[in-house]
């Protein structure tokens, strides 16, 4: 998917949601498990009541690797089953080298027809040129996240007074464009958008921990937003885990729309719709 096509769809849905399918056996309302897929039957679910009010989907691998084969199996199905006008995301946060990361990108790019796939930039420049290989594909690096262990190495201050997630998010900029390359920046570290955005100005951002990990969607906005939005705005356990009962696709239409109103009065406010 180009930039243009990604924000045509922003433009035309007024929202800037990502919705998480983060699928996990022990949280699906259990009558799914009689079906032959539980977790594709519970995503189709997700997938139907939301499509309406999201941009993107993002399945955190994870979750589907941890099942084995007929994991993998699931999330094929489910990456084949999203609507093809609506950005993807193989939430992999793969690294590594040389012909490692050029199967990497085979597999999310080729087998599994992802848009895009997270990549960890700590091996340098050659662990993640080999994703940017494809055309209209995207790499979504981790720039700035907001678990606690942040701290250890991403907020370290080095000697010209910038913080290490700073010199990352610089240096791999040289290595892609604002049309094939995104940053991961946590949603509860809003204010530190302002220095993202002083080094990447244009760049889209995918911003996880609106929901149920309490980040302000008003903040995000605020401190993130370009001319042309730049932003995907995940949310994962708030909505597709708002019931675990016969209702859940429901409950999720619901929060979905709930948050793409508010991104609605959000994108008014600044002429973007």
Same mark, same amino acid.
């Given at each position: 998917?180009?930039? !243009?096509?990604?924000?045509?769809?922003?433009? #035309?849905?007024?929202?800037? /949601?990502?919705?998480?399918?983060? %699928?996990?056996?022990?949280? $699906?309302?259990?009558?799914?498990?009689?079906?032959?897929?539980?977790?594709?039957?519970?995503? #189709?679910?997700?997938?139907?009541? *939301? #499509?309406?009010?999201?941009?993107?989907?993002?399945?955190?691998?994870?979750?589907? !690797?941890?099942?084995?084969?007929?994991?993998?199996?699931?999330?094929?199905?489910?990456?084949?089953?999203?609507? #093809?006008? $609506?950005?993807? $995301?193989?939430?992999?946060?793969?690294?590594?080298?040389?012909?490692?990361?050029?199967?990497?990108?085979?597999?999310?790019?080729?087998?599994?027809?992802?848009?895009?796939? *997270?990549?960890?930039?700590? =091996?340098?420049?050659?662990?993640?040129?080999?994703?940017?290989?494809?055309?209209?594909?995207?790499?979504?690096?981790?720039?700035?996240?907001?678990?606690?262990?942040?701290?250890?190495?991403? =907020?370290?201050? /080095?000697?010209?007074?910038?913080?290490?997630?700073?010199?990352?998010?610089?240096?791999?900029?040289?290595?892609?464009?604002?049309?094939?390359?995104?940053?991961?920046?946590?949603? *509860?570290?809003?204010?530190?958008?302002?220095?993202?955005?002083?080094?990447?100005?244009?760049?889209?951002?995918?911003?996880?921990?609106?929901?149920?990990?309490?980040?302000?969607?008003?903040?995000?906005?605020?401190?993130?937003?370009?001319?042309?939005?730049?932003?995907?705005?995940?949310?994962?356990?708030?909505?597709?885990?708002?019931?675990?009962?016969?209702?859940? %696709?429901?409950?999720?239409?619901?929060?979905?729309?709930?948050?793409?109103?508010? =991104?609605?009065?959000?994108?008014? *406010?600044?002429?973007?719709?």
């Amino acid at each position: 998917m180009t930039r !243009e096509e990604l924000y045509n769809n922003i433009q #035309k849905k007024k929202s800037f /949601l990502c919705v998480g399918l983060d %699928a996990d056996l022990t949280k $699906i309302p259990a009558f799914l498990l009689e079906f032959e897929d539980p977790i594709f039957e519970f995503n #189709k679910r997700i997938i139907d009541a *939301t #499509k309406d009010y999201c941009v993107a989907y993002k399945p955190n691998t994870a979750f589907y !690797e941890a099942l084995g084969a007929s994991g993998w199996e699931s999330l094929r199905k489910t990456m084949e089953y999203v609507p #093809k006008d $609506i950005f993807t $995301i193989a939430d992999a946060k793969r690294g590594d080298i040389g012909n490692t990361s050029k199967l990497y990108a085979k597999a999310f790019f080729e087998n599994l027809s992802a848009d895009s796939v *997270t990549v960890a930039p700590y =091996m340098g420049e050659d662990s993640v040129k080999p994703f940017m290989e494809y055309p209209n594909k995207w790499v979504i690096v981790l720039g700035l996240t907001s678990n606690s262990g942040a701290v250890d190495f991403e =907020m370290q201050v /080095l000697h010209d007074g910038t913080q290490l997630f700073e010199h990352v998010i610089q240096k791999t900029c040289a290595w892609g464009t604002p049309d094939n390359l995104m940053f991961v920046v946590g949603a *509860t570290r809003p204010q530190m958008l302002e220095k993202v955005r002083k080094i990447a100005a244009e760049h889209f951002l995918l911003i996880p921990g609106v929901g149920a990990q309490g980040g302000s969607l008003e903040e995000v906005f605020k401190y993130g937003a370009t001319k042309q939005v730049g932003l995907l705005v995940n949310a994962s356990r708030s909505i597709i885990y708002a019931s675990s009962g016969a209702d859940f %696709a429901e409950k999720a239409k619901q929060e979905a729309k709930k948050l793409q109103q508010e =991104m609605e009065v959000l994108l008014r *406010t600044k002429g973007l719709v």
